[in-house]
């Protein structure tokens, strides 16, 4: 008898937990007849009209409208995800507004005080002496020549400068700044066109960039595009150095970051084809200029000289190249002189970029550039910042170089 009792509580035990697991499993929800739910295919799902219509469903009030499917009613009820809007602003390209040009390079003027001020310092305390014999005229001299000035400039500067002092007589520091400042004013030369040819009539002003490797070209056509969008220009970039392999994506990086398009090719394209394709574009699109990147070439190398001249030419069949300029190192000196006279006998350079002008005290070098080729210097690069390259001002240039700091 109590192993029937004992057994009998075995059994209702079983029996009782299994009922409460079913439960737990079932979420406590009543279950339809059987055990478990029926397993049913895709087909044998109910129409999605009536009281039986799946869950996602939405089904018409109207009965004569056509039910809306599942997607039309998830487009109606449920908003645009705000992700997307975020997703869409960081995948379009952030477009700078570039610095104002005007007062550039008065903004930039600490800087050239800074690098040339010992240029100008010396030239002065020289010419302060208490007594200017020859030894002061002969270091005068140097100090010119230091500067990469040229010979004949120096000469020049001395030989005016000593008639003005022996004429006067003045050892007055102002007055002897005042003589120093119209004499170097004048070698400079404030007469010269300095303005970029960018306004020709009823086409693109077409704008040629070349130099030897390393000068910054690349970076100086991307800084110069900032110049020009900052004057409101509609500018084109014509990737032509195709050699280096990532010049392309260097120029399109800086067109894209001021809204400006880039034609470019593949690497080893004929640099002229590339330079015929963007000037194309540039009158297709009416464009305000087209600038044409090239690849860096030493002067001595006369097939890559040869081939300079062939992309002018070439760009000539359709449009006339109102501005060649030459991307010259400041801190080469005499041999950046050179440098340009190969290439302005090639391709008749316009037009003098200075770059590098902050990180050297040879002003002298401007003047001793303009007298080797006759044409001016237009621009001058003084930093590494994107707008660090300003329209040049004889003017300004002289009084930085004798300013005090």
Request: without cysteine.
């Given at each position: 008898m109590d192993f029937d009792v004992?057994?009998?509580?075995?059994?209702?035990?079983?029996?009782l937990?299994?009922?409460?697991?079913?439960f737990l499993l079932?979420?406590?929800?009543r279950l339809p007849e059987g055990t478990f739910p029926e397993t049913r295919d895709a087909d044998d799902l109910p129409e999605p009209d009536g009281p039986?219509?799946?869950?996602?469903?939405?089904?018409?009030e109207d009965t004569d409208a056509a039910p809306l499917t599942t997607a039309e009613a998830t487009a109606e009820t449920v908003a645009e995800p705000e992700l997307s809007e975020e997703v869409a602003e960081e995948a379009a390209p952030t477009i700078e507004t570039p610095e104002p040009v005007a007062g550039r390079l008065a903004r930039l003027r600490a800087r050239l005080v800074k690098s040339n001020n010992v240029f100008g310092r010396s030239l002065l305390a020289l010419l302060s002496s208490d007594q200017i014999d020859e030894d002061v005229w002969d270091e005068i001299e140097e100090t010119l020549l230091m500067a990469d000035l040229g010979t004949e400039p120096t000469m020049e500067l001395v030989d005016r400068l000593r008639?003005?002092?022996k004429v006067e007589g003045s050892r007055d520091p102002d007055r002897v700044r005042a003589l120093l400042r119209e004499e170097l004013t004048t070698l400079v030369d404030p007469s010269l066109d300095r303005s970029l040819n960018v306004r020709a009539a009823g086409r693109p002003a077409v704008v040629l960039v070349v130099g030897v490797n390393g000068v910054g070209k690349t970076t100086t056509v991307g800084k110069l595009a900032r110049v020009l969008v900052a004057e409101d220009k509609d500018v084109l970039l014509g990737a032509a150095d195709t050699f280096r392999a990532a010049a392309a994506e260097q120029l399109t990086t800086w067109g894209s970051r001021l809204g400006v398009p880039t034609v470019s090719r593949d690497e080893g394209t004929d640099p002229a084809s590339v330079a015929y394709d963007a000037v194309a574009a540039g009158i297709e699109g009416e464009v305000d200029v087209v600038m044409v990147d090239t690849a860096g070439r030493l002067q001595n190398k006369a097939n890559l000289m040869d081939e300079l001249g062939k992309v002018k030419r070439v760009i000539e069949k359709q449009s006339e190249v109102d501005e060649?300029?030459?991307?010259?190192?400041?801190?080469?000196?005499q041999n950046g002189l050179n440098q340009a006279k190969v290439f302005s006998e090639v391709v008749d350079v316009s037009g003098i970029v200075l770059t590098k002008l902050d990180g050297t005290a040879r002003g002298g070098i401007v003047v001793a550039i303009q007298r080797q080729l006759g044409v001016p210097v237009k621009l001058v690069g003084l930093g590494e910042g994107p707008d660090d390259l300003a329209p040049f001002d004889?003017?300004?240039f002289v009084d930085a170089l004798l300013e005090e700091r």
């Open positions: 004992l057994t009998l509580f075995i059994v209702l035990a079983v029996v937990a299994g009922t409460i697991g079913l079932t979420g406590g929800r039986d219509a799946p869950a996602g469903t939405a089904v018409a008639e003005r002092v060649v300029l030459l991307v010259l190192d400041a801190t080469t000196g004889a003017e300004t």
